[in-house]
């Protein structure tokens, strides 16, 4: 007789789950399988006490609650990128509250459901509800202890997640870009050599990317016009060029070199 432990399990259904939804890709039901397994997750919530900002800090004060969401959030990692999009957005918006119980296992779980979501070509989320958790994991970036892995994660979603929500919504995307840059100025100033590389990497592709003639150009007109008196708030690029001339003072002054190539780019 085999016996198979807890772990096995749970990663056999979970397989069969994808599976699943893989066999349901294109047809009508896929909404309502989906639906399902949205609703399971909101039930698990409600267990554990995590439904809402008001109560997610339960969640972890109830260990078994708290280990089945972990669970669910593993089982979503395979599920999230094939399900239909209203279910999967109404998945997402608990991330938020979730991130909020800042505990390293529950972040690492949902870091690794968006990598998922960045890196399928054809799930559709609502991306101001992405970039906000994008954001919210970039600014955590200064406002809380991470481990290396967890910055070089956070480092590579900044890189694949907006690259995503910036083909959906350009206009809402740019408006982020400075943050998202902050962040990664932060992750670069680490004393993790993952990290840093991974930041690089991303700057790079961001200013391939995302940085254009127009959004140039519009800094320009500005300081032209504030030459004339006329008074406004930075552009992004603006904005942008200074949390790049920080890559050059005193915190980041070990990796000169990685912040040079990082301003070369943006030139």
């Known amino acids: 007789m085999v016996y198979f432990n807890g772990l096995q399990v749970r990663n056999q259904s979970h397989s069969g789950l994808r599976d699943i939804l893989l066999s349901f890709q294109r047809k009508a039901i896929l909404v309502p399988a989906s639906d399902g397994i949205a609703r ?8 554990a006490g995590g439904s809402n900002d008001a109560n997610t800090g339960s969640a972890a004060e109830g260990p078994k609650g708290a280990k089945e969401v972990i669970h669910m959030l593993d089982a979503l990692k395979c599920c999230l990128p094939l399900m239909a999009s209203k279910p999967s957005n109404t998945i997402l918006k608990y ?39 994008i954001c919210s994991l970039g600014v955590s ?22 690259r995503k929500v910036y083909s959906q919504n350009k206009h809402i995307f740019v408006v982020k870009l400075p943050l998202v840059f902050t962040s990664l100025g932060d992750i670069l100033a680490s004393e993790f050599e993952e990290a840093r590389f991974c ?48 890559l050059l003072d005193v915190r980041c002054s070990d990796v000169w070199d990685k912040s040079f190539l990082v301003i070369s780019l943006a030139f």
């Not at 998922?116 to 906000?132: C, N």
């Not at 970036?141 to 997640?161: M, Q």
């Not at 930075?234 to 942008?240: A, G, N, R």
């Open 199 to 246: 930041a690089v990497e991303t700057f790079k592709g961001l200013i391939d990317n995302c940085i254009d003639e127009n959004m140039v150009s519009q800094g320009i007109d500005q300081i032209k016009a504030r030459h004339q008196g006329v008074r406004s708030n930075p552009t992004v690029i603006e904005k942008i060029c200074a949390i790049l001339e920080g």
């Open 141 to 162: 970036v200064s406002t809380e202890r991470k481990s290396g892995d967890e910055l070089a994660s956070i480092a590579r979603l900044l890189n694949i997640g907006t």
């Open 40 to 47: 399971c997750f909101e039930r698990l919530l409600l267990l």
């Open 95 to 133: 991330f938020t509250a979730l991130l909020g119980l800042r505990q390293p296992i529950v972040t690492k779980s949902i870091l690794e459901n968006l990598h998922a979501v960045g890196d399928s070509p054809t799930v559709q989320l609502k991306p101001d509800m992405l970039l906000d958790l």
